[in-house]
Structure formats: structure tokens, C-alpha cells
Nanobody, 128 residues
Framework: QVQLQESGGGSVQSGGSLRLSCAAL????????MAWFRQAPGEEREGVAL???????DYAEAVKGRFTISLDNAENTVYLQMDSLKPEDTALYYC??????????????????????WGRGTQVTVSS
């Protein structure tokens, strides 16, 4: 059973930066798709960024140019560097993984239902 542990959330002022981490435990597949999602109160969970095993990345339009996803294969850890944060980035951020490499390139790649394993989330709060 894959376990995901997020860390790095916190409170920051508008324009600030945070770096989220997600460590995948008991994880040994050769191919997968790892992603960050977020959910604000009263809103649906939405995809933010994803990274496959071989370096392919993708971002939601709302965060392009501000967020950067990276992957440490040796440590099975995915990071989300968030710069130029805005109050609308305030949400609970989740790490998710699916064992299908193809998901990262497919039309369902930012749908929460596509992912099998989830972390518990880490809160990000951006004040104006």
C-alpha cells in the first residue's frame, strides 16, 4: 500500500513563497504519475501540477509561471515550489499518485478520480 506524506504548508503574505514536499513510502514501481491538487473551502478539488517518472510535467493555467514541480526519483519525493503566491492560492494541498504512466499525458490527468493514492493534505494560507 502506497503512503504519501505531505509537508511544507503554512501561512505567507501575498507575493511570498512556499515549498511543499510529498514523500511516497512503500513505493517501488518503475512508472507512475504524481500530482498536486488543491481544494479551497466550498470548492471542488482541482489539479495544480503533475510530474511523471521520466520528467514530463504539466501545470494548471492558474499557476503556470509561478509554481514549479520537481521530482527526486531516488527519494520518491515530489516537490512543489510556489512563488508569487496570491490569496486565491489558499487551499488544502494534496499529493496524489497513480501507477499509470499514461495518465500524465492523458485527458484525465487533472481529474481527482483518476488517482488511486492520496496524502492527507497540507494547508496553504496566503494573506493579502
Amino acid at each position: 500500500q502506497v503512503q504519501l506524506q505531505e509537508s511544507g504548508g503554512g501561512s505567507v503574505q501575498s507575493g511570498g513563497s512556499l515549498r511543499l514536499s510529498c514523500a511516497a513510502l512503500r513505493f517501488g514501481p518503475s512508472a507512475y504519475c504524481m500530482a498536486w491538487f488543491r481544494q479551497a473551502p466550498g470548492e471542488e478539488r482541482e489539479g495544480v501540477a503533475l510530474h511523471d517518472r521520466f520528467g514530463q510535467t504539466d501545470y494548471a493555467e492558474a499557476v503556470k509561471g509561478r509554481f514549479t514541480i520537481s521530482l527526486d526519483n531516488a527519494e520518491n519525493t515530489v516537490y512543489l515550489q510556489m512563488d508569487s503566491l496570491k490569496p486565491e492560492d489558499t487551499a488544502l494541498y494534496y499529493c496524489a499518485v497513480d501507477l499509470s504512466q499514461k495518465l500524465c499525458q492523458g485527458p484525465r490527468r487533472f481529474r481527482p478520480q483518476s488517482y488511486d493514492f492520496w496524502g492527507r493534505g497540507t494547508q496553504v494560507t496566503v494573506s493579502s
